[in-house]
């Protein structure tokens, strides 16, 4: 499929609803968190993003399991592919039972029906060729979460009664935990996420030419972390601009 597709269909796998509720979450540790999440991004997510996928190019799209049991053995594969299967459970879970809430509170559809058509959504994206279905949907819905952190984020910027905070260690935390290391298990999408080594594969075996490799993985984790970076900076002019209250937190 073409670059900006791919590049679409990876941001969106790898994005989803983790840059923005762990953003949102974080930014009760204050502007801390803006580092954090541009120094995981550049130094650790971005180049496990890209070597997860650049591998999967080389070996003709085979899956990380298939990849490890290649270089470090059998028995690693299968505590690999467990490993996996359970992170794939939380993930799907979590990331349904929120994408349900929201489809609820905007249509009063009852949430276990919402999530129930998720599931089959899931079933029918993972058993169709890529280009059938998620090739068409994954670029629209990867474009609107784009247009959306636009729209939020300069709807911050532009109304006075908001303000960011600079970049401060010190009197701007809502929060009596530690920064480490609950701030680096709380924003993990959106600064570093071991989970897209598992969606990799997808794309891989889409792209046309190993340059391309570079823009989609390397590029869709730049963007997923200033998607993180905008969710974040929105979180802490709402938390700045009043006082720490139990509704806030």
């Known amino acids: 499929m073409p670059k900006t597709k791919n ?24 502007p801390a968190a803006f580092l954090w999440i541009t120094l995981g991004t550049i130094f650790i997510g971005c180049i496990h993003d890209f070597f997860a996928g ?9 899956t990380m399991p298939k990849i490890v049991s290649k270089y470090l053995g059998f028995g690693l594969e299968k505590f690999v592919a467990v490993l996996i299967i359970i992170t794939g459970i939380l993930v799907s879970a979590t990331f349904a039972k929120g994408a349900a809430d929201l489809i609820s509170n905007l249509t009063q559809i009852p949430v276990l029906i919402c999530i129930t058509i998720i599931f089959i959504y899931f079933l ?17 819905f990867g474009a609107l979460l784009l247009i959306m952190v636009v729209i939020m984020t300069a709807g911050v910027i532009l109304n006075p009664t908001y303000t960011i905070p600079e970049f401060t260690t010190q009197g701007l935390y809502l929060t009596d935990k530690s920064i480490f290391p609950y701030l680096f298990v709380t924003i993990a999408c959106g600064a570093i996420s071991g989970f897209h080594a598992s969606q990799a594969p997808i794309v ?3 792209i046309e030419n190993e340059k391309d490799a570079r823009p989609v993985f390397f590029g869709s984790m730049v963007v997923e972390g200033l998607v993180a970076l905008c969710w974040a900076a929105i979180a802490m002019a709402f938390f700045h601009s009043q006082p720490p209250t139990c509704s806030n937190l």
Do not use: H, W
């Open 7 to 30: 590049f679409l269909i990876n941001f969106l796998n790898i994005a989803g609803l983790g840059p923005i509720f762990g953003a949102i979450q974080g930014a009760l540790f204050g």
């Open 54 to 62: 650049f591998m999967s190019i080389r070996e003709d799209g085979l």
């Open 124 to 140: 029918i994206a993972t058993v169709f060729p890529i280009d059938k279905i998620i090739g068409r949907t994954y670029p629209i």
């Open 204 to 206: 891989s075996r889409c």
